[in-house]
């Protein structure tokens, strides 16, 4: 009976090291993190509107 448990045990040990490892593995090929106040916007903005080939609809009342 107890020897039954034991493989259990061992069982459950290598599958949650196997998971560890996977979800270790899947977040580092996430993209980097932009730390809070460190995203330019105004670059953000210029570099999709040039990829998109769109006009800037959100300077009507600025310099053009």
Do not use: Y
Request: include cysteine; charged fraction near 25%.
């Amino acid at each position: 009976m107890w020897q039954m448990i034991l493989v259990f045990v061992c069982i459950f040990a290598v599958l949650s090291a196997g998971l560890w490892f996977f979800i270790q593995q899947t977040t580092r090929k996430r993209h980097d993190v932009i730390a809070p106040g460190k995203f330019d916007f105004d670059a953000f903005k210029a570099r999709e509107i040039t990829r998109r080939g769109i006009h800037d609809m959100t300077r009507l009342g600025k310099e053009r």
